[in-house]
């Protein structure tokens, strides 16, 4: 079909078309990725890509901004509708800046934060030693259980009560399980601290009502909009009135000049899309799949940590496998089943090549996967991983997988997209 990117640029668009094609092809179990409608693509690609718009709405450096205003006043509303929120704010580029413009409106360089261990499913934004976050911050971080593999909240206390840290981070990129908010607060509490919750992952089942909300406990809640919410590239901030002002500050000018207006217009759809009774459904389906993965995975011997899970992802150590995490995605991506490797707690081996993998359902929920793929996956799983150096079998399962993909369209993809 003859569009303006055929005749611009061919290459780009043949990698575009290479990319839509992977996406329908292979399954996905990046616990991080989704799939987005066709109206938020709609949206993001839409004529708001051209405006500039430093500030708030009705208080803009820049004239021309009674639609960017419009808009941007609507996602506010939205958010704040869908997740009871008192304040928020939309103009975050992505997870990452929205989680240092927290740490700008309440802390200062040298303060102490305390937040979950990144090898034990925490994120790098959490105080690592490798964020800017670890670097101007002094980072503590509270573990998980190494019996349980859930986290200690006992040592959350102890090095709240030892440490009196700024902020109280509760959140995670790797963790399985439902965090306890209101042990969270009262740790806070008693400790002196902002409570800041990092919801990005759940989000979007916090949106469908299958996960406790963080927002009756938490000071400060940030989220990015894509994941669970299956939103475009951006991120929230979510907070209670008396903190509105600090937050808006620290995100602009703090840490970031004007919004992507274009994304904010992907947004507002994404949580006009999460409001409605089919997201709901679709986040029970989200959670109801990764039970019933992990308990094949558990069948089929692959060590969960925690055991399992009570959200949207997994969180797998392969010690017991005899290969790393890095050999294992490798293999699985060549069988058409893409995750991620994944430090685990108690690390031994390097980050880049450590001993897990991470794994969620949130975009073949998306496709309509179910129960019996959920089955088939499991061991598709734990045939690639059982010799992750047969690549013959590696690219027949790719080729059952291809099959399997065939059945369920990929949302977003090839819907309404005339140009293409």
Known sequence: MDCALSRSDPEVLSLIKAEESYQRSTIRLIASENYASAAVLEACGSVFQNKYSEGYPGARYYQGQVNCDALESLAIARAKSLF????????????????????????????????????????????????????????????????????????????????????????????????????????ADE????????????????????????????????????????????ALILCKEKHARAIDKAVFPGVQGGPHNATTAGIAVALKEAAGPEFKAYAGRIVANAKALAAELAGRGFSLVSGGTDNHLMLIDLTNKGVSGKEAAVALERAGIVLNCN?????????SDPSGIRLGTPSVTSRGFGLPEMSAIGAWMGEAVADVKDERRQAAIAADVAALCARFPAPGIGEGQAAR
């Not at 934004?125 to 964020?131: C, D, E, I, N, V």
């Not at 009502?209 to 994941?227: I, N, Q």
């Open 343 to 351: 430090t685990v707690p108690g690390e031994k081996r390097k980050a």
């Open 84 to 187: 009871g929120a008192e304040h928020a704010n939309v103009q975050p580029y992505s997870g990452s800046p929205a989680n240092l413009a927290v740490y700008l409106a309440f802390a200062k360089p040298g303060d102490t934060v305390l937040g979950l261990n990144l090898s034990h499913g925490g994120h790098l934004t959490h105080g690592s030693p490798a964020s800017v976050t670890g670097k101007w911050f002094k980072a503590v971080h509270y573990s998980l259980n190494p019996e349980t593999g859930l986290i200690d909240m006992d040592e959350v206390r102890r090095l709240a009560l030892e440490h009196r840290p700024k902020l109280l981070i509760a959140g995670h990129s790797a963790y399985p399980r439902i965090l306890d908010f209101a042990r969270f607060r009262e740790i």
């Open 191 to 234: 400790a002196g601290a902002i409570l800041f919750v990092d919801m990005a992952h759940f989000a979007g089942l916090v949106a469908g009502g299958v996960h406790p909300s963080p927002l009756p406990y938490a000071d400060v809640v940030t989220t990015t909009t894509h994941k669970t919410l299956r939103g475009p590239r951006g």
